[in-house]
């Protein structure tokens, strides 16, 4: 019978077979290897997203055909260049031993200097050091702390990725800042910008109704440390 059977037949009852096999196998395998299967399943889904478009998945079609990469680790990043202060990984090296390497991808071996970032403010150097609770609040919550006390929105036209997968955030075209009028609309509350012409009360009150995760104490510390130079200088332009 199989001697006479046609090409496409053929096909169809091996490809029958293979799944007869494969169901086989995961009724009957244990704990531990179906653990073992799924995390290659996975593993050749997440592949299989990073060559869509290439053309590179074209002739794999099942995890049998699929070759996994195996992991490199090139150690962790604890060298330090000797004229930036970067840290890098041994194998960026060129120059140098263990404690006198020097790099090209940071500052070409010296040749690019860049002034020292300044002191923060008072203010935001106690919070980013001090181990009080109002320090260990905002260095977990410094993203919503920095978007509350904002004087602009963020404006994007964000490039949605379809599938799964991480989030990963990415945007066409230009990014740009959202500037209101100086009062809010009938019936909305102050928010950006807006909120600095009220009273400094006010704006606390303010600040904690848009996220109520944050300390009053530490936005009227931000505030104090605002008041002394940007606030004035942006309500008062012309």
């Known amino acids: 019978m199989r001697a006479n059977e046609s090409a496409d037949r053929r096909e ?8 007869w096999h494969r169901n086989k196998r995961k009724a009957n395998e244990s704990a531990d290897r179906r653990e073992i299967r799924l995390q290659k399943d996975k593993e050749w889904h997440r592949n299989k997203r990073q060559c869509i478009g290439t053309g590179a998945m074209s002739a794999v079609h099942s995890l049998d055909d699929f070759q996994f990469t195996t ?23 060129h120059t140098g031993t263990d404690t006198s390497a020097t790099f090209s991808m940071c500052c070409s071996h010296g040749q690019v200097k860049l002034p020292a970032l300044p002191d923060p403010p008072r203010e935001i150097r106690t919070l980013l050091s001090e181990n ?39 945007v066409h075209g230009s990014v ?46 931000i505030q104090a440390m605002l008041r002394q130079g940007v606030i004035p200088l942006y309500t008062s332009s012309r």
């Open 12 to 19: 169809t009852r091996m490809q029958k077979d293979k799944e």
């Open 71 to 93: 992991t490199s680790d090139i150690g962790a990043m604890t060298y330090r260049c000797v004229s930036c202060g970067s840290l890098m990984f041994k194998s960026e090296c």
């Open 132 to 170: 009080s609770a109002n320090g260990r609040h905002f260095r977990q919550y410094t993203r919503a702390y920095n978007s509350n006390n904002a004087l602009a929105s963020l404006g994007v036209q964000e490039d949605q990725i379809q599938g799964r997968g991480p989030y990963t955030f990415r």
């Open 176 to 221: 740009f800042h959202r500037i209101g009028p100086l009062l809010p609309a009938d019936n909305s509350k102050p928010q950006f910008a807006q909120i600095y012409f009220y009273d400094t009360d006010e704006q606390i009150d303010l600040h904690v109704s848009a996220n109520s995760q944050l300390h009053p104490r530490i936005l009227t510390d």
